[in-house]
């Protein structure tokens, strides 16, 4: 079986961050959900994102969140105004709900590369050599380990942003379009050399972000012929 790898959708994040631009500066308010369209008709995609704060001990910091849509895929992503720590965990959750954890390209090639029949190293996340062990004993029926891998583990983190993909986020949609709160933790990265007093934990940021009206938003950019933007380009 040929598995395929989560580089193409990474080409897809990169076009989707570009849309998303770069984050703003905090004002201190979470700002309304800005709607963006390009194409017409079928090739129609709309995105609506937001601007906001992340809390930690040592400070705080700026993020841009914005969903994006062609109508039968959604996907989000998180764009850092500073790099974050992709060796630390990066989590996501909408209220008390299972948290979707990250994964950097890295980690799901090599569980691609398992999969397909290859070593599986040591240090794989558990969650990992689980999905492993029940795909070796068939425990997904007709459906293609490739496929079921995506659909669970395709969310990326990269040092300037994150990325969830349409797999994951069908499970995070009825949550989101029910105008709950959803919640990130991530690590920034050390602003200067790491000494022997640093901890990890200073680095720690946490973000609630109201959800009620980003479904709504993106539904009727998708519907209600909201005005084209011109498309940008990846960056």
Known sequence: MACKGPVGWLAGLAVAAGLAGPAAADT?????????????GGARRCSVGTTLTASGPRGDGALSLRLVSDGDCTTLHVVFDGTIAVDRPVSLAVDDDDPQHFYTGAELETLAAALDGGDAPAELPPEFRLFLARAGSGAFGAAAPADVMMDRFAAIKEPWRLGVSCGPMERLMPRIAAGRTLHLEYSATPAGTTEFY?????????VAVDLAGAAAALDKALHNGTASAPRASAR
Do not use: E, F, Y
């Open 28 to 40: 201190g308010t979470l700002a309304p959900w800005n709607p963006q369209c390009t194409g017409d």
């Open 198 to 206: 640093h901890w990890p934990a200073l680095l720690q940021r946490r």
